[in-house]
């Protein structure tokens, strides 16, 4: 049960942490960038990006994270983690709620977006792009936050199961 619990806390800390790191990325990077783009070059690339990102990869991640995080809890609580399980279940509310947030808005405004069709046949580009791009970093930003901070739980997790875990700790 130790190397379950171990193996699901390294994995759901990792795909936490490579979540975050995607969301952030376009908070600093991505976005600014883009922001610094033509209406037509913003639109398209976003659309594009939109399309490539849901590939299995991205979705094993942003969808496995979960599951992971949740069977991480369960067994903190019914094994050797106690001491972690608080931990483990902020970054679970963290993660649930970035889900929320993407699943009610990011994903509509990429679908808004996609449905606007190709850049090169959209009458009035400023006012698709102005409908979606500031909406959008706003939220992506709430998100990545919440990322981050579940990623940060679950690295505290890391460290307080850790310490349960050395001979002669408490719990162990």
Same mark, same amino acid.
């Given at each position: 049960?130790?190397?379950? %619990?171990?193996?699901?806390?390294?994995?759901?800390?990792?795909?936490?942490?490579?979540?975050?790191?995607?969301?952030?990325?376009?908070?600093?990077?991505?976005?600014?960038?883009?922001?610094?783009?033509?209406?037509?070059?913003?639109?398209?690339?976003? %659309?594009?990006?939109?399309?490539?990102?849901?590939?299995?990869?991205?979705?094993?991640?942003?969808?496995?994270?979960?599951?992971?995080?949740?069977?991480?809890?369960?067994?903190? @609580?019914?094994?050797?983690?106690?001491?972690?399980?608080? @931990?483990?279940?902020?970054?679970?509310?963290?993660?649930?709620?970035?889900?929320?947030?993407?699943?009610?808005?990011?994903?509509?405004?990429?679908?808004?977006?996609?449905?606007?069709?190709?850049?090169?046949?959209?009458?009035?580009?400023?006012?698709?792009?102005?409908?979606?791009?500031?909406? @959008?970093?706003? @939220?992506?930003?709430?998100?990545?936050?919440?990322?981050?901070?579940?990623?940060?739980?679950?690295?505290?997790?890391?460290?307080?199961?850790?310490?349960? %875990?050395?001979?002669?700790?408490?719990?162990?």
């Amino acid at each position: 049960m130790k190397t379950l %619990q171990t193996s699901t806390l390294l994995a759901a800390t990792l795909t936490t942490g490579l979540m975050a790191g995607l969301f952030a990325a376009f908070v600093y990077a991505v976005m600014p960038g883009l922001g610094r783009s033509s209406d037509s070059t913003m639109v398209e690339t976003m %659309q594009n990006i939109n399309k490539a990102i849901v590939n299995p990869f991205f979705m094993l991640l942003f969808m496995g994270s979960l599951p992971l995080i949740a069977l991480a809890a369960f067994l903190a @609580w019914k094994g050797h983690g106690r001491p972690a399980l608080p @931990w483990l279940v902020a970054a679970l509310a963290l993660y649930l709620i970035a889900f929320v947030v993407t699943s009610a808005v990011n994903v509509p405004l990429n679908d808004t977006l996609a449905a606007a069709g190709d850049p090169r046949h959209i009458e009035d580009l400023a006012s698709v792009r102005s409908s979606f791009e500031s909406t @959008w970093v706003t @939220w992506n930003t709430v998100r990545a936050l919440l990322h981050t901070a579940a990623f940060g739980c679950l690295l505290w997790a890391l460290v307080v199961y850790g310490a349960a %875990q050395r001979p002669g700790a408490s719990g162990s």
